[in-house]
Nanobody
Framework: VQLQASGGGLVQAGDSLKLSCAAS?????SGWFRQAPGKEREFVAAVTWVGGSTYYADSVKGRFPISRDNAKNTVYLQMNNLKPEDTAVYYCAGSLAGWVSSRGEDYNYWGQGTQVTVSS
């Protein structure tokens, strides 16, 4: 399964961006992670393809709803009220597990990443 992430860019604090991740095949759950310069990769949000269960990091809960379009095999991350601390490379990931997970090791496939930069 190949994952293609898109939608990143340079925005100002308070703006919104919508990331997309198109998959070439089916997985059972998908997630978004991010990595800021000099920091470890961190979990952002995840969703199951069946049932639509979601799970969020506390830092983005209420601001970054995750959704999926089964027909398009695409998962989205709507990022609202962006903050400078949200600046990072965002990666989408696909898992063959049928539950949401915040652990990177539970994901089998990874996209190439898309840069999000939020200026103050």
């Amino acid at each position: 399964v190949q994952l293609q992430a898109s939608g990143g860019g340079l925005v100002q604090a308070g703006d919104s961006l919508k990331l997309s991740c198109a998959a070439s095949g089916r997985t059972f759950s998908s997630g978004w992670f991010r990595q800021a310069p000099g920091k470890e990769r961190e979990f952002v949000a995840a969703v199951t393809w069946v049932g639509g269960s979601t799970y969020y990091a506390d830092s983005v809960k209420g601001r970054f709803p995750i959704s999926r379009d089964n027909a398009k095999n695409t998962v989205y991350l709507q990022m609202n009220n962006l903050k400078p601390e949200d600046t990072a490379v965002y990666y989408c990931a696909g898992s063959l597990a049928g539950w949401v997970s915040s652990r990177g090791e539970d994901y089998n496939y990874w996209g190439q990443g898309t840069q999000v930069t939020v200026s103050s």
